[in-house]
Nanobody, 119 residues
Framework: QVQLAESGGGLVQPGGSLKLSCVAS????????MGWYRQAPGKERELVAR???????NYAESVKGRFTISRDSAKNTVFLQMNKLKPEDTAVYYC?????????????WGQGTQVTVSS
């Protein structure tokens, strides 16, 4: 069984920074896609940034130049460094990963971590 555990959310002032972490654990053979989505109140869940199958990165236009996704593949961990945060970045941030175990494939979401940008 594969699980995702997120950490790093919180309250920050506009212009501040936060770093989110997500660790995938369990009987993982390979991770294909791993990254971050967010959902603000009353809005659809949207892509923030993720590693695609093959290793390329994909960012939402609204975060380009401010957010950076990185990873430690040996530890099945992905990070999201968020700089120059804006109130409109306030949302629940969800980690997503899909890949393969020894005998099946998986696609799952973390429980979410709240990011609030406010003065």
């Amino acid at each position: 069984q594969v699980q995702l555990a997120e950490s790093g959310g919180g309250l920050v002032q506009p212009g501040g920074s936060l770093k989110l972490s997500c660790v995938a654990s369990g009987n993982i053979f390979r991770i294909n896609v791993m990254g971050w989505y967010r959902q603000a109140p009353g809005k659809e869940r949207e892509l923030v940034a993720r590693f695609e199958n093959g290793g390329s990165t994909n960012y939402a236009e609204s975060v380009k130049g401010r957010f950076t996704i990185s990873r430690d593949s040996a530890k099945n961990t992905v990070f999201l460094q968020m700089n120059k945060l804006k109130p409109e970045d306030t949302a629940v941030y969800y980690c997503y990963a899909d890949g393969d175990t020894d005998d099946s494939d998986f696609g799952l979401w973390g429980q979410g971590t709240q990011v609030t940008v406010s003065s």
